[in-house]
């Protein structure tokens, strides 16, 4: 056994993309640092890296002060692919390996935001959807199954967005643990 990586502080989702066999990982990134820092993210995990936890976030040039410094580990401090916002606690992913979406799907991650319990303004809830070209990020993450969020600085929300995978037949399905039921989600070009 070895570490493989280190630095992720909550890494709740990996998946490997079965195209190019990289792994994958969703971050909640650390708490306390106010309403928009530090940016949670979605990552290509490489071996030998480190992504900073406890004493950078994000890029070297970010550093903890909270913590006891180790300028040489925040030196080697990988910065992330993709960042997602502030505490929208990113959870499980899945690869859009199928062709019942449209083309602009094929390829591209679909991201279960659970949501933020510490900001002042809600974010997440919500499924996100990054495109890929090449085995890469090729652009920002976009909603794609969203309006859980009925008032953003209220307390009351629809649905909690936990998990995603993808049906024999190409569909989205969607666990929600605020609801406690799963959605399906399907592309029919008949009817756009």
């Known amino acids: 056994m070895r570490i493989f990586a280190s630095g992720l502080r909550n890494a709740v989702g990996l998946a490997f993309n079965s195209e190019s066999g990289e792994l994958w990982a969703t971050v909640n990134e650390r708490d306390n640092f106010g309403d928009d820092l530090p940016s ?8 030998g890296g480190f992504y900073g936890w ?16 180790r300028p040489d580990l925040v030196a080697q401090t990988l910065t992330p692919d993709v960042l997602l916002g502030a505490h929208v606690a990113p959870l499980q992913f899945t690869f859009y390996q199928n062709k019942q979406f449209p083309t602009a799907y094929w390829h591209g991650v679909f ?4 949501g933020s319990w510490n900001r002042t303004v809600r974010s997440g809830y919500q499924v ?10 090729a652009g920002q993450p976009q909603p794609f199954f969203s309006g859980f969020v009925p008032d953003p600085t209220g307390r009351g929300v629809y649905g909690r967005m936990v998990g995603v995978a993808i049906a024999s037949n190409g569909s989205l399905l969607i666990s929600d643990d605020g ?12 009817k756009n």
């Open 111 to 114: 991201i279960a935001e659970h």
């Open 54 to 69: 406890p004493y950078a976030y994000l890029s070297p040039n970010k550093v903890d002060n909270r913590m006891a410094p």
């Open 40 to 47: 949670d993210f979605f990552t290509q995990v490489i071996d």
């Open 179 to 190: 609801q406690k039921l799963i959605w399906r989600v399907s592309y029919n070009a008949d």
């Open 128 to 137: 996100v959807f990054v495109p890929f070209q090449n085995g890469v990020p």
